[in-house]
C-alpha cells in the first residue's frame, strides 16, 4: 500500500509540474518538419480560331504545386493563461509541374517541372487546453507573406496564406521551478489557405498540412 502511495503521489507531481509549464512558462521556442500537400491549378486547352468562326483545340495544359517538406521555426509569448501568440516561418522546395497533353498531332505528353523556393513568413496563436497531463491539445491558427522564387530566382510570385489547425503537445520534461521549464514534442495538423503567389487560376487553393517539432518552453 505504501508503494502503491507513493507511485501515486510521484505521478500527480509530475501532472502538477506539467500543469505548471503551461500556466507560467512565458516563451516557447520550436522548429521542426513540415509537410505541405499538393494544390492543382485546374486545366485549359489552347485553342485557334477556324476560318468559319468557330474554336480548334491543339493541346490541354493542367498543373500544380508538388507536396514538399519544409523547415519550420516558431517563437510564441504567452500572453494570457495558456494562449501563446506565436510569430513563424517556413521554407520549402516545391516542384511546380505543367503538363502538356492531348496534342492535336498525336504527341506524347510531356511534363515540364521547376523547383520552386517557397517563403512563409508571418504570425498567429495558439491555445493550449489547460489539463493536468503531459499530453496537451491545442488549437492554433494564423496567416501572413507568401513569397515564391522561381526560374531560377529570377522572377517572384507574392501572396498571401492563412492556417488553422489543432494538435497535440507531449512534454518530455518539465522543470517549472527552473529557467528551462519544459522540454517536448508539438505535433499537429493544419489547412492552410494560399491567396496569390505562382497560381495561374488567380483563385485561393487549400493545402493539408502535418508537422512535427521540438520545443523548449521558459
Known amino acids: 500500500m505504501a508503494l502503491l502511495a507513493l507511485v501515486f503521489l510521484a505521478s500527480g507531481s509530475r501532472d502538477a509540474a506539467a500543469q505548471g509549464v503551461l500556466e507560467f512558462g512565458r516563451l516557447e521556442i520550436s522548429a521542426g ?9 485546374g486545366s485549359a486547352s489552347a485553342t485557334e480560331t477556324t476560318p468559319s468562326g468557330g474554336s480548334f483545340s491543339l493541346f490541354n495544359t493542367s498543373s500544380e504545386v508538388g ?3 519544409a523547415f519550420d521555426a516558431r517563437v510564441g509569448v504567452r500572453v494570457a493563461g495558456t494562449l501563446v501568440v506565436e510569430a513563424d516561418a517556413t521554407f520549402a522546395r516545391p516542384e511546380l509541374r505543367v503538363t502538356i497533353a492531348n496534342d492535336v498531332e498525336n504527341a506524347p505528353s510531356i511534363t515540364a517541372v521547376e523547383r520552386l523556393q517557397q517563403y512563409m ?3 498567429g496563436a495558439t491555445w493550449y487546453l489547460p489539463r493536468p497531463s503531459r499530453i496537451v491539445p491545442f488549437v492554433t491558427g494564423g496567416g501572413g507573406y507568401l513569397r515564391q522564387l522561381h526560374d531560377r530566382g529570377l522572377l517572384v510570385e507574392t501572396g498571401t496564406y492563412f492556417q488553422v489547425g489543432g494538435g497535440v503537445l507531449y512534454l ?8 528551462l521549464k519544459a522540454t ?4 499537429d495538423v493544419r489547412a492552410v489557405i494560399l491567396n ?3 497560381s495561374f487560376d488567380g483563385d485561393r487553393h487549400t493545402a493539408p498540412a502535418a508537422a512535427a517539432s ?3 518552453r521558459f
Do not use: Y
Open 33 to 41: 518538419a513540415v509537410w505541405l500537400g499538393s494544390r492543382t491549378f
Open 67 to 69: 507536396g514538399a517538406a
Open 121 to 123: 513568413i508571418g504570425g
Open 172 to 179: 518530455l520534461s518539465s522543470h517549472p521551478g527552473n529557467r
Open 184 to 187: 517536448g514534442i508539438r505535433a
Open 196 to 198: 496569390g503567389g505562382v
Open 214 to 216: 521540438f520545443f523548449v
